[in-house]
């Protein structure tokens, strides 16, 4: 035997590494399970905001506001039902496509909140088409008149569905990206 074949060194085989597997072949981690959660109650909170006042005034005798649910907050309300159900869903199946479905449906309720937080008498004009039979056009010029007499502004209602779907649209799509890289 030769001095070279009872060496005092172990003797090891050289690392394998899987092909496209960072950290030494260990697969990516799934998206957390927080993403859904925080998800959920992002849009938890645009339900609630859907539900609160969307435009308020500083009219005496004047109670309140309009809610979001006399128009356009019947569209953000059941958007974030479907979200938080998208949501939950991907908690239980972690695919990354129902996390971005979850995003789009945060980005819509936000494209609606947006509209209206830029235009309130929007909504003034469609609780007057709905509830009161005017005219498109009746309504219009009611509802200008109404904001040169009384300062109409966005009510507490549009942010909080602003900020539930930005936070929806986020991890929506923090958690695309995460199981994505999962695969």
Do not use: C
Request: net charge neutral.
């Amino acid at each position: 035997m030769s001095e070279y074949s009872q060496s005092s060194y172990a003797q090891t085989a050289p690392p394998t590494h899987s092909a496209g597997a960072p950290n030494g072949g260990a697969a990516p981690a799934a998206p957390s399970k927080k993403i859904a959660i925080f998800g959920i109650v992002g849009s938890v909170i645009a339900l609630v905001g859907s539900l609160v006042n969307w435009v308020v005034s500083d009219a005496e005798g004047a109670t309140g506001g309009i809610k979001g649910i006399d128009g356009d907050g019947i569209i953000t309300l059941i958007v974030a039902l479907v979200a938080a159900v998208l949501f939950i869903a991907a908690m239980a199946t972690k695919k990354a496509v129902i996390y971005l479905v979850s995003a789009v449906a945060g980005l819509a309720m936000a494209i609606v909140a947006g509209l209206n937080i830029s235009d309130p008498e929007r909504l003034v004009v469609q609780k007057m088409t709905d509830e009161e039979g005017v005219s498109q056009s009746v309504a219009e010029k009611a509802a200008e008149q109404a904001a040169k007499l009384y300062d109409m502004t966005a009510g507490p209602g549009l942010y909080m569905v602003l900020i539930g779907a930005l936070l929806a649209l986020a991890l929506g799509v923090f958690g695309f990206m995460k199981a994505r890289a999962a695969r």
